[in-house]
């Protein structure tokens, strides 16, 4: 098993969650399954299934550390 460097994961990650919001084309209201106000990884990899948690760890971009993404968390992380 090969080990990812931080800034190896966060491009990957990027790139990843760059294309599948492209593809999809997902809003966090969408993402946000249950409508609580944040995204959990389960509802991202819902939204995003090639998503790992590492990934999700490593660039979910979520500046206040709870484990969850809120709207302004969600749309920097997919570029929005």
């Known amino acids: 098993m ?3 460097t931080k800034p190896a994961s966060l491009a990957m ?3 990843l969650i760059a294309g599948a ?3 999809q084309e997902a809003s966090f209201s969408a993402t946000d399954a249950n ?3 944040v995204v959990t990884l ?3 990899q819902a939204a995003f299934p090639e998503a790992t948690a590492e990934q999700f ?3 979910d971009g979520d500046g ?3 484990g ?4 302004a968390e969600f749309a920097t992380l997919i570029g929005g």
């Open 21 to 23: 919001a492209l593809a």
């Open 35 to 37: 409508g609580d106000g």
């Open 57 to 59: 760890a490593a660039a």
């Open 42 to 44: 389960s509802e991202f």
């Open 13 to 15: 990650a990027a790139a």
């Open 64 to 66: 206040d550390g709870d």
């Open 2 to 4: 090969t080990t990812m």
């Open 68 to 71: 969850a993404l809120t709207a």
